[in-house]
């Protein structure tokens, strides 16, 4: 559609942050924001659903693990275990950053905003951290997209 982040969140009546944690894989929409972006798009709920999942197979990933040795399906299940670490810690973020924001603006005064400064640089650590975990997600188990 070419809109910027800045349009689509007006449309929506969401922050640009939000926009842009929604695509880069950051952040998920809570229902009522994806039902919001699939009336906007005028897509049907299931197949923005079936589009997401194409576009994450590390959610939908399967391996037959008949012909795996013991070590191998460790190996798997503490991937699988970090994966799960992963977006939970994704969402703690989210949840942490809309605290903030909202904080951040009911009080406005000169030495609580030097805290939430300090704060804000502590979330963007912890979402560089984050981004290098779904980095190292999407190597092991690349998109389709990446194997062409």
Known sequence: MGL??????????????????????????????FLKFCQYFEVSEREMLDTLMADHPVETAHIDSSDLSTIDQYLIDQFDLFIAKTNDM????????????????????ESTQT???????LL?????????????????IPTEKQSD
């Open 124 to 140: 963007k650590l912890l979402e560089t951290l984050l981004q290098t975990n779904w980095d190292l997600i999407h190597l092991a």
């Open 90 to 109: 994704t969402k703690v973020l989210d949840g942490y950053k809309a605290l903030l924001e909202m904080r951040f603006e009911q009080n406005q005064n």
């Open 115 to 121: 805290l939430y400064h300090s704060f804000d640089d």
């Open 4 to 33: 910027s982040q800045k349009e689509l969140a007006l449309h929506l009546e969401l922050s640009r942050n939000k926009i842009a944690s929604y695509e880069s894989g950051i952040v998920e929409p809570n229902a009522k924001v």
